[in-house]
């Protein structure tokens, strides 16, 4: 049997809970199943004191002591033995409240919150830095995936230069059954609503606002830039159909919902929307509910972060860390570092217009099938500088109109818009054209310095 050498004392820390949802009662089950480990491994036990809830007669998945729980943020917020908030109530108010509540009265905070810290987050931080506090915030992107600390420490020595992310879960699930089963946008929302992958209220899913929020603290973790979550370019998923879906398919693409960020030395291009991802491509390969996120960083080149975006465990498993690391603080006498969110200092800027992005294009546009059709749809786009790479369209019967599938060759984002526009208003045309971007294929990896050996 080994000898223990040396054993630190373990010191307890009080922790006060905000929620015990879906999250919240993750982080209690993981803090009593790994409890003894967690304490091996920082000499300290995160002991949670009280939780607060809204309704102390709900039923819960999982037995609590009524004991723990509270209606009364001030039996959290203004006890003097909490050192740690850990807020999983969702939503920005009262979170946001509570959270400069926790900060005024120096404690640290871990969230999961995403809305709250892209819509919020410059006070916040603000307040934390100001009193040498920290807010830790792992869960608030692609849940249990660990790529914010993969961004903040893995690859605190490069330097990134993109990232591109399935950070939404219920639009991959929707997309993804929409490709197995042929199935409507309306029925696969139903299922994933059926199956608990969708909310009674999709909006913020599926029409890329959480992702956004999700690229706005991605950007500020890769490059310390702060930018608001509004001002990002965000496409839905509703406006895929079946039909682009098989033509996709049929093309050698899968449709994706990506957040894609590209750090230059200026604005960062900042964008979400479904896109034509080439079959062959890593993500490509994401399924269901799952996230990822591929970094592009300039001396490690490409690499991946994969797994379970949501769900009880996964969250609670990143915010159970994010509680573990603040307790590494307090233990280490190290508290009071530059803030985990990202840089010493942020700055602020405005995402830069997409107007120049260069990418090939996926466009149906809906005419009715007349002689003459095709040269003008053709010319038109001429006309703008869009060129045409590939053309593809169903035969229709007599009389029915046509879906004229096009895919450009690369074009910058404006002649894209300003043809689209034109179509759009066109006499000929039957309803407004459907447009996806398409992802560039990954270039075969090349070997560096000497290639493997
Ligand atoms: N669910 C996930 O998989 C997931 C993944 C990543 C991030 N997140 C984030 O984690 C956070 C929590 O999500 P969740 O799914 O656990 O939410 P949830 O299941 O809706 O739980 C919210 C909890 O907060 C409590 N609460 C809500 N409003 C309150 C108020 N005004 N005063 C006191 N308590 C209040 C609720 O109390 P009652 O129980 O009494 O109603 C409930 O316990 C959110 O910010 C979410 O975006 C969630």
Redesign the pocket.
């Known amino acids: 049997m080994g000898t223990r050498l040396r054993s630190a004392p373990v010191r307890s820390i009080h922790i006060g809970m905000?929620?015990?949802?879906?999250?919240?009662q993750g982080v209690l089950r993981i803090l009593a199943e790994n409890g003894a480990a967690i304490q091996d491994r920082i000499a300290a036990e995160p002991v949670i004191g009280r939780v607060?809830?809204?309704?102390l007669a709900?039923a819960?998945e999982l037995e609590v002591d009524p004991a723990l729980l509270t209606l009364d943020p001030d039996d959290i917020l203004e006890d003097p033995d909490v050192r740690v908030v850990v807020e999983?109530?969702?939503?920005i108010e009262?979170a946001r409240t509570y959270v400069l509540r926790a900060l005024e009265a120096g404690k640290h905070v871990v969230?999961?919150?995403?809305?709250?810290l892209a819509e919020r987050g410059e006070e916040l931080f603000a307040a934390a830095a100001a009193r040498g506090l920290s807010i830790y915030f792992e869960?608030?992107v692609a849940?249990g995936i660990p790529v914010l600390r993969a961004l903040r420490e893995g690859l605190a020595s490069d330097r990134i230069d993109r990232v591109i992310g399935i950070v939404n879960g219920t639009s991959n699930y929707i997309l993804d059954a929409m490709s197995r089963t042929g199935a409507s946008y309306e029925q696969a929302l139903a299922a994933a609503q059926a199956a608990g992958f969708a909310e009674a209220d999709p909006t913020l899913d599926v029409e890329g606002g959480d992702a956004a929020h999700k690229l706005a603290l991605l950007t500020l973790v890769c490059v310390g830039v702060r930018v608001d979550p509004d001002q990002i370019h965000t496409d839905g998923i509703t406006r895929v159909r079946p039909f682009d879906i098989r033509m996709a398919a049929e093309l050698g693409y899968v449709i994706k919902s990506l957040a894609i960020g590209e750090f230059g030395d200026g604005r960062p291009r900042l964008r979400v929307h479904p896109t034509f991802v080439p079959r062959d491509h890593i993500l490509a390969g994401v399924h269901g509910s799952y996230n990822a996120v591929e970094v592009s960083s300039r001396a490690l080149g490409q690499s991946m972060y994969y797994g379970k975006g949501?769900?009880?465990m996964p969250?609670g498993v990143a915010v159970v860390s994010d509680i573990i690391e603040v307790c590494r603080d307090i233990v280490g006498f190290s508290e009071g570092g530059p803030p985990p969110g990202a840089f010493r200092e942020v700055r602020a800027l405005e995402p830069a217009p997409l107007d120049e992005l260069e990418c090939e294009n996926y466009l149906c546009v809906h005419v009715p099938n007349v002689p003459g059709v095709l040269g003008k749809v053709a010319s038109c786009l001429g006309r703008h500088g869009v060129s045409i790479k590939r053309m593809n369209q169903d035969t229709p019967g007599a009389g029915e109109p046509i879906d004229m599938v096009i895919l450009t060759e690369r074009t910058a984002e404006a002649k894209v818009r300003a043809a689209l526009a034109e179509l759009d208003t066109f006499d000929l045309s039957l309803m407004p054209s459907h447009r996806f971007r398409i992802l560039e294929s990954e270039a075969p990896a090349q070997a560096v310095d000497g290639g493997p050996r």
């Open positions: 905000l929620g015990l949802g879906n999250v919240g607060l809830v809204r309704d709900k819960r999983l109530i969702g939503g009262p969230t999961a919150n995403k809305a709250l869960g608030s849940g949501a769900g009880m969250t």
